[in-house]
């Protein structure tokens, strides 16, 4: 496992553990429909279980003594271009991790729907290899269909 998905599981389970925090203290539900922790308790124990998944998957994995076309290129004989790779993506994950946690910070202040279209922008920009262009009009029809089904449909509040 390489030591940019390690701190990415770690990024993740710390987040999801903060948000199933939160969320223990808000209302699952109330007599009608979804209360303000409905969502947030999903999400982190989804998410947790999904980092589990992917650890147990990784621990597997190297008991079995299966290694992959990359990590062996990475430990390899010309590893010095592999590891300037390896070390801009570490720091591309950590300006993710960044990015997401001043989205979430943002959010408290501003509402969901803003500090989610600059986040899905920049990560869609920069890490699915779309362009700019692509990247706004993927995030505007994602931002779209979240508006209605939390505002809309759910009424949810996202602001």
């Known amino acids: 496992m390489k030591i940019s998905e390690i701190i990415l ?9 903060s ?8 209302p699952y539900s ?23 998944v ?12 299966f290694v992959a076309p990359q990590d062996t290129a990475a430990h390899g004989g010309d590893g010095g271009e592999n590891s300037g790779v390896e070390t ?6 950590g300006g993710a991790i960044v990015a997401i946690a001043i ?12 500090p989610l ?10 890490f699915s290899g779309h362009g700019l262009l692509k990247s706004v009009v993927i995030s505007l029809i994602v931002l779209a269909a979240i508006y209605l089904i939390f505002s809309i449909w759910l009424r ?4």
């Open 9 to 17: 599981l770690g990024g993740l389970s710390v987040f999801s553990g």
């Open 19 to 26: 948000l199933l925090w939160g969320s223990l203290d808000m």
């Open 30 to 52: 109330t007599d009608t429909t979804f209360g303000p922790g409905f969502i947030p308790l999903n999400i982190s124990i989804a998410l947790l279980a999904l980092v589990g």
């Open 54 to 65: 992917v650890a147990v998957r990784a621990v597997l994995r190297s008991k079995r003594g």
């Open 88 to 93: 801009l993506g570490a720091f591309m994950l």
């Open 103 to 114: 989205s979430i910070y943002a959010m408290s202040y501003i509402g969901v729907l803003i």
């Open 117 to 126: 279209g600059f986040l899905l922008v920049v990560l869609s920009w920069q």
């Open 156 to 159: 949810i509040p996202l602001h």
